[in-house]
């Protein structure tokens, strides 16, 4: 559900840029109020997590469409909404910059769409309704699913509300929005089951490191054992298991293609969108999470991506996710130690 700038307009983007920029600001001066030891850590290694696993897309069966975890919801259960707002912002600039996921106009949507959703809204007024900050295996495996939906399902509207006041695409409202939701409804299901599998690994290997737990901590135990495994699982991911990603197009190209015939749109070619993709070109060193490719090579690249084969190994592929994950670690452990210096 990463927008790319086709679809939005200067003053679409401009807005919800401003919107984001406060709601890190804001963030920024809760999670200050309330840090401890323990959050540095974890935002940075969760983030580490969500940015590897957000490489691999999940065929939607009977679609020909996939999708990959949006992760809003798995850092706000376990670092809670304002610092969980925090690391997705971090590990969307880092797609967006150095791996050309999204567009840096649209940076400030997507932020957004993926972030505020599940942290103030899925997260307080559903998931928190259903545990009660209990984790019993079968009310946690409900409210994440109950959660992880409606977290995408208003996500996926936002997008198409976005796109609609944009005015610079030929995507119509009704038949936009009508693929839009029922495929983030697929995608929605399976991030609840993912969450949750998270979350009670979590729960179960230290209580501790919850949350809703973190509060009244002790500090004599530690969290190593949880930080150690996040940290592998997101180098096993980005580095060998993201070969396995689906080459399906996602909920969003699925259904702009459903639309117009084609994955991407042809939205405005202004001034300011070129002056934006030139600056991406420059900046993403590993564009679509693999090793550049020139013009020479692409002009040969004949075979379509829906037929090539599977698993993609690629050596590409793994220098992406085991760098971007790191990076991420870093922007997102640097952020938390700023807070805690502050």
């Known amino acids: 559900m990463h927008m790319a700038d086709a679809l939005i307009s200067p003053a679409v983007g401009g807005a919800l840029w401003m919107v984001t920029a406060g709601l890190i600001a804001y963030c920024a001066r809760k999670v200050k109020q309330t840090m401890n030891d323990r959050l540095v850590p974890m935002m940075g290694v969760l983030g580490a997590f969500i ?34 707002f925090l690391v997705i912002a971090s590990v969307l600039t880092m797609q967006a910059f150095f791996f050309a996921d999204g567009g840096l106009l649209a940076l400030g949507c997507n932020i957004f769409n993926l972030g505020f959703f599940p942290a103030f809204i899925a997260y307080p007024f559903i998931y928190r309704a259903i545990t009660r900050d209990e984790h019993g295996i079968l009310r946690a495996w409900l409210a994440a699913i109950v959660a992880a939906v409606v977290g995408l399902q208003l996500g996926a509207f936002s997008v198409v509300l976005e796109t609609k006041a944009s005015g610079i695409s ?3 409202f009704s038949t936009f929005v009508l693929l839009m939701l029922p495929i983030h ?24 490191a919850m949350f809703a737990a973190q509060i009244e901590a002790n500090k004599s135990v ?25 080459t399906h197009p996602d909920g969003l190209e699925w259904s702009i293609a459903k639309v117009t015939g084609k994955e991407e749109v042809s939205g405005s070619e202004g001034d300011l969108h070129a002056k934006l993709a030139h600056l991406q070109e420059k900046t993403a060193f590993l564009p679509d ?25 690629s050596a590409g592929t793994s220098l992406a996710g ?3 994950g790191l990076m991420t670690l870093g922007l997102a452990g640097l952020i938390g130690f700023a807070l805690k210096a502050r």
């Open 289 to 313: 999470y693999s090793f550049k490719v020139l013009e020479s090579d692409a002009a040969t690249e004949t075979i379509p991506a829906t037929t090539k084969r599977w698993p993609v190994v």
């Open 170 to 172: 030929e995507l119509p």
């Open 51 to 84: 940015f590897a696993a957000q490489m691999i897309n999940f065929s939607i069966p009977g679609t020909g469409s996939s999708g990959h975890l949006g992760g809003g919801l798995i850092l706000t259960i376990l670092l809670g909404p304002h610092a969980a």
């Open 185 to 208: 409804l697929a995608i929605g299901i399976i991030e609840g089951l993912a969450t949750a599998a998270v979350v009670l690994f979590v729960a179960h290997a230290r209580p501790e």
């Open 222 to 246: 530690t969290l190593a054992p949880v930080l150690i495994g996040l940290m592998v699982a997101a180098l096993i991911t980005g580095g060998a298991v993201s070969w396995f990603a689906s």
């Open 322 to 324: 085991i760098v971007g």
